[in-house]
């Protein structure tokens, strides 16, 4: 499966960025998405979780302020970020947790080694 995110840039501390998640292929089947952040220096962290079902995980540290959805599109999913802080600059990707994605099964996150190009948000204060 090919992954592809955007909507990252450079935004001040407040405010808000939109990112988005294609995800290559038609065949979509209990398929749960993950988003992850990669600050400078530090390893991935699963920040946000969407099951195919609409329920949603998030890690204490974006709670209240990050939320993610699924669009109209089965392949397509969004991280909306309010009130960003400096800590939530570095490179963010999403990824199959589990489910049929894209036409492809991922018994759990480990399965799934194809990260996309990711896409780098970097908040001054």
């Known amino acids: 499966v090919q992954i592809e995110e955007s909507g990252g840039g450079p935004v001040q501390a407040g405010g808000s960025l939109k990112l988005s998640c294609v995800v290559s292929g038609y065949m979509f089947n209990y398929c749960k998405m993950g988003w992850y952040h990669q600050a400078p220096g530090k390893e991935r962290e699963l920040v946000s979780t969407i099951s195919h079902d609409g329920t949603t995980t998030y890690i204490d540290s974006v709670k209240g302020r990050f939320s993610v959805f699924q669009g109209d599109a089965k392949n397509t999913w969004f991280l909306q970020m309010n009130n960003l802080k400096s800590e939530d600059t570095g490179l963010y990707y999403c990824?199959?947790?589990?489910?049929?994605?894209?036409?492809?099964?991922?018994?759990?996150?480990?399965?799934?080694?194809?990260w996309g190009q990711g896409t780098q948000v970097t908040v001054s204060s």
């Open positions: 990824a199959p947790i589990s489910g049929t994605c894209g036409g492809y099964y991922y018994a759990s996150p480990v399965d799934f080694d194809t």
